[in-house]
């Protein structure tokens, strides 16, 4: 019994089995900016995000989905540049953002249409509770 017990009890004390992985998660809705009070009205679907630090091996990229929703996971804590494109609507260049160990951040950004005189930038982003929790 001790043979069975004991693997069970490793399992459960691991970190992973907690959702701690020793990464971070960056995930967000992208919205479209249309009107003149700059108000989000909609989610915007097919918004390139990519991230780019020099802890990470290349750039990782994902795009939203049909909610506007998009998840960067497996992320090495530290600082890194943070790109938000579709055509049609001006970019957003995020620099010196921090992931951080076992945390995820949520970066909601809300992107301008290019004919749009306006800057170009919306967005708010937070640190939540550790990933897993």
Same mark, same amino acid.
């Given at each position: 019994m001790l043979?069975? /017990?004991?693997?069970? /009890?490793?399992?459960? *004390? =691991? =970190? =992973?089995a907690w959702g701690y992985d020793g990464? #971070?998660?960056?995930? #967000?809705t992208t919205l479209g900016?249309?009107?003149?009070? +700059? %108000?989000?009205l909609k989610v915007l679907p097919g918004v390139t995000v990519s991230v780019t630090s020099p @802890? *990470?091996? #290349?750039?990782r990229i994902v795009e939203s989905d049909e909610n506007g929703f998009?998840? *960067?996971? %497996?992320?090495?804590? #530290? /600082? &890194?540049?943070? !790109? &938000?494109? @579709?055509? +049609? &609507?001006?970019? !957003?260049? !995020?620099h010196d953002v921090v992931v951080r160990l076992n945390h995820t951040l949520r970066m909601n950004m809300g992107? /301008?249409?290019h004919?749009?005189?306006?800057c170009g930038f919306y967005g708010s982003y937070y640190l939540s509770a550790p990933s897993g929790w």
């Open positions: 043979r069975t /017990v004991l693997p069970c /009890v490793l399992l459960l *004390l =691991s =970190s =992973s990464h #971070g998660v960056l995930m #967000g900016l249309e009107g003149e009070t +700059g %108000q989000p @802890r *990470l091996m #290349g750039e998009y998840r *960067l996971a %497996q992320l090495p804590p #530290g /600082v &890194y540049r943070v !790109i &938000y494109e @579709r055509e +049609g &609507y001006n970019p !957003i260049f !995020i992107l /301008v249409l004919e749009d005189a306006r």
